[in-house]
């Protein structure tokens, strides 16, 4: 997802490459007439979901590169995206300040919580997707029944800092949460209340302006690992259970933005900004 209003699907098992060496894109989904902010991915990978500036959602074919359904209700910036576990259902936030369910296979608007005071910079769908957690600037985390759209938490950091992302472990027992103080923060969704509740803190990375991405990569049970980008441009590696820098992976000349990892291997993509507009894929040098 880039500014440019554009998606781009690279196959990094082909490793076919242009002529400066980078990555050729073997797709490229074109639709959205203003910068794209998000993506996701649909279960079975035959569909992506793009939230963007024009105020809309799009969900496309990954084979064809075809806009299948347009999802339009927001009246500001889309933000934030996510699929549940079956991808039936999106959840949606934006600077209308607003959380929306959305039906991605007819485009409907299921439902529309007016979640904070302040532009939603997250959304996560649960394990079973009975809940969705959103983030905001306004330093809130707020936690919501998918059936009713009732409030189910709200906490916050200690001295409320904006909140720049927010998702849900694996097991669905824990939420991620990345602050504009130079934290990230994991919280334990059974006992939080108000300010209380954080289970662990990862502080060595820097983040106090952009929205940068945060990641669980725990797929090789011996090491489970949280991902923190930053804006040294660095990826931070941080041990999951002993809050320890495990490793600063050198991945951007500028901000450390987009970030996400693979679930089924250890295995993670960057995204940079002006300075270094590049997607840049990592894994272990015996695995490249």
Same mark, same amino acid.
């Given at each position: ?36 902010? *998000? &993506? ?7 569909? @992506? +979901? #793009?939230? /963007?500036? !024009?105020?809309?959602? $799009?969900? %496309? =074919? ?59 910079? *997250? &959304? ?7 809940? @969705? +957690? #959103?983030? /905001?600037? !306004?330093?809130?985390? $707020?936690? %919501? =029944? ?70 669980? +990569? ?71």
């Amino acid at each position: 997802a880039s500014a440019d209003k554009t998606i781009k699907i690279w196959d990094v098992g082909k490793k076919c490459r242009d002529l400066r060496g980078a990555l050729k894109p073997v797709v490229t989904l074109e639709g959205h007439t203003l910068g794209v902010n *998000g &993506v996701d991915w649909s279960v079975d990978s035959r569909h @992506v +979901a #793009s939230a /963007s500036d !024009d105020k809309t959602l $799009r969900i %496309w =074919d990954t084979e064809t590169g075809k806009a299948l359904v347009s999802l339009r209700g927001h009246t500001s910036f889309v933000f934030a995206l996510s699929f549940n576990a079956s991808s039936n259902l999106l959840v949606s936030g934006g600077f209308d300040e607003n959380v929306k369910l959305w039906d991605p296979r007819s485009g409907a608007c299921v439902s529309t919580t007016p979640a904070h005071s302040e532009p939603v910079t *997250g &959304v996560s769908f649960n394990r079973d997707g009975t809940c @969705v +957690a #959103s983030s /905001s600037f !306004d330093g809130l985390v $707020r936690l %919501w =029944d998918t059936a009713t759209s009732s409030c189910l938490r709200t906490f916050y950091a200690k001295g409320n800092p904006p909140v720049s992302s927010v998702s849900f472990s694996p097991n669905g027992r824990f939420v991620l949460v990345g602050t504009l103080d130079d934290k990230l923060r994991l919280w334990n969704v059974s006992n939080v209340n108000g300010d209380g509740g954080v289970a662990k803190s990862y502080s060595s990375h820097s983040n106090q302006k952009f929205c940068c991405s945060s990641a669980f +990569a725990v797929s090789e049970p011996g090491r489970q690992r949280v991902l923190a980008g930053s804006e040294d441009g660095k990826v931070y590696v941080y041990g999951l259970n002993d809050r320890e820098v495990v490793q600063k992976v050198n991945a951007h000349e500028d901000v450390a933005l987009a970030l996400d990892a693979s679930k089924a291997r250890e295995f993670f993509a960057t995204g940079g900004m002006e300075k270094d507009p590049c997607v840049r894929f990592f894994a272990p040098a015996d695995e490249e």
